[in-house]
């Protein structure tokens, strides 16, 4: 027959709000380093993405139930998840930071002991906090999404919380009232997920745009777009 088949749309969850990586610009619009850089490499390697802001740990459980084809979220390579998904090359150095309020007097581990931190479910910097707790011993509370996980701190509800680096130096730069209050743990890099043993071309074709995207200069001028521009 003659029938056309239509281009494939890759489905791609993401996080709802995780400046400067994805956000909801002034015009509603989803923006962000990951964005930029999904839509860059797409653009330059000839595929088709649909990008989905579905929150952090509903992309990776979508992702890992079939019903996405990637993940693009500021999601850290770590062994844990190499179990059950491919990475692409690293493209963003982070690390585990916790974050306390502006006046708050916590500088170490230690000092969490007996009050509660705030986690964000699913990401590696819970994973991480769960890790030492008891070894620290801190109570948790967890929260689907950064924006909520700040709040409990800022209104003293909790005395912490446990981000990445990057994010929590944007999100102070750009006017949320915490303060870095360790220095970064489990130092990694941020990859795009795909389901192990699925999606390789895809996952090829990331890679190779993004070798491309370094070169010629795209990778460095979607960084900056953010990072010279935080208020
Ligand atoms: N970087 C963290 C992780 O990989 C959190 C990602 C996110 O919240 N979007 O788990």
Partial sequence: TNSVKAAKVYQIGTDVTYPPFEFANDQNKY???DIDLMNAVAKE?????N???IGFNAAVQSLE???IDGVMAGMAITPVRQQTFDFSKPYYKTGVIIAVAK???IKSFKQLRGKKVALKTGTAAAAYAQSIQSKYGFKTVTFDDSDTM???VVNGNSVACFEDYPVMQYAIKTGLKLK????P???GYYGFAVMKGKNQVLLQKFDRGLVKLKKNGTYQKIVNKYLDTAA
């Fill in 185 to 187: 743990a489990q130092s």
């Fill in 180 to 183: 870095i209050a360790t220095k």
């Fill in 150 to 152: 700040y709040n409990d």
């Fill in 103 to 105: 006046n708050s007097k």
């Fill in 51 to 53: 990008i989905k802001p």
């Fill in 45 to 49: 390697e000839g595929f088709k993405v």
């Fill in 65 to 67: 139930s079939g019903q």
């Fill in 31 to 33: 923006v962000g380093i």
